[in-house]
Nanobody, 117 residues
Framework: QVQLVESGGDSAQAGGSLTLSCAVSGTIFSTDALGWYRQAPGKQRELVARVSVLGTKRYADFVKVLFTISRDNAKNGVYQQMNSLKPEDTAVYYC???????????WGQGTQVNVSS
């Protein structure tokens, strides 16, 4: 059974930084991708960043350069450094495992990020 637990969500001023962490319990497969999504009030959940086991990273256009995703395979962790935060970054951030086989997505409970101007 795979479980994901996020931490690091907080309130921040615009221009500030936060680091989100996700601890994964259970087995991560070699083909799994780990990532972060976010959901703002009244909006759909959207991909923020994703990283493969080999370290290939993919970012949403709105966070390129400002956010950095990383993973620690030894610790079963995935992290997201968020810099130059904007009020529009306010959302619940979810950790995700995208598994190819059997095809399934795993989600954490989410961690709230609030950015004030």
């Amino acid at each position: 059974q795979v479980q994901l637990v996020e931490s690091g969500g907080d309130s921040a001023q615009a221009g500030g930084s936060l680091t989100l962490s996700c601890a994964v319990s259970g087995t991560i497969f070699s083909t799994d991708a780990l990532g972060w999504y976010r959901q703002a009030p009244g909006k759909q959940r959207e991909l923020v960043a994703r990283v493969s086991v080999l370290g290939t990273k993919r970012y949403a256009d709105f966070v390129k350069v400002l956010f950095t995703i990383s993973r620690d395979n030894a610790k079963n962790g995935v992290y997201q450094q968020m810099n130059s935060l904007k009020p529009e970054d306010t959302a619940v951030y979810y950790c995700n495992i995208n598994r190819l086989w059997p095809e399934r997505d795993y989600w954490g409970q989410g961690t709230q990020v609030n950015v004030s101007s």
